[in-house]
């Protein structure tokens, strides 16, 4: 049995040997991840809640001969203290017993305060670790997310006029989510729906790193949203476009992605543009079909394994032998 702690500085050394053997090239961003969470982990932990954290939380893992054997970094997702995400898994070789054991740390100990649901969004290739959190942990294949890569502009329509495209306002967020539930497919609901905070601006927005716009496009007549757009970047090159689009807009759908290349061109020329495809959308084939027929490139297809606490089943475990190394994001 392992011993599970929150991280401190002492483990650091024993970290960038553990990320080290199993990953040369995560070293250095992952220690000043560590060297950022540990003090900020515990401040948060003398003034907060559970329901008001909001920076990722690690734990460790050793075993009787204090090796480290594995990490998890768990956060709860912005505006939702329900509803926890599992950000990154690091195990050793011949650890997976003791990433089971994480994981399981993780439901028990969040779970009793209240948190409901735990997900994970992992490339649906790494099957070694799909095969961990589904038969070991209890997890269960939701759907799944794909990234494109905009490679192609000649969908542009011209003539779009940005006037009906509004800029978002936090007041519109209990619509927008309206507006997102309503759009996911009904098996998928009760794990993947969102509340209002979850779009809510975060407070003091600009001295975060990431610069992040929001539009709707709204009904003139009846002021109903047809259609949420966000687009995100880190650097003002590369930029992540997510649409919300109905099933019965998806006919503007070429005008709202000309809008959101139009508002990245005035920042800058130089850019690529990525997307995101819900497939638990109801539009989510539409869209990539809409993809398809526009030749842009397919990147990546995340699965979006889910723990619900109550539903949770426990499966027989299987053996494993090679080392973990997992770094995801947010749904």
Known sequence: MAKIKKISYSDILHIKKLISVVCNDKVMSYRRLFFLSVPMTFLQNLFFSVHLRRLPETYVAFDNNNNLKGLITVKAQRGNPYKWQIKRLFLDRNSHEEGKQLVEYIVAK??????DTFYISVDDNNTELIELFIKGCGFRACSTEALWSVSNVNFIVQDIDEKLFKSFKNEDARKVAE???DTVNTLYKYSLSKEEGEFKDKILQGLHPDIDFKYILEDEQNKKIKAFIEIKTVDNTNYLVDCIVPPQYMDLYPGILSFALKKIMKRNKNFKMYIKNRKYFQSGDAAEQFFKENRFELLQNNAILVRDFFKSVKEENENY???????GYEV
Not at 110 to 115: H, T
Not at 321 to 327: C, D, I, L
């Open 110 to 115: 969040f779970g009793a305060r209240g948190v």
């Open 179 to 181: 507006l997102y539930n």
């Open 321 to 327: 032998s090679r080392a973990v190394v997992f770094s």
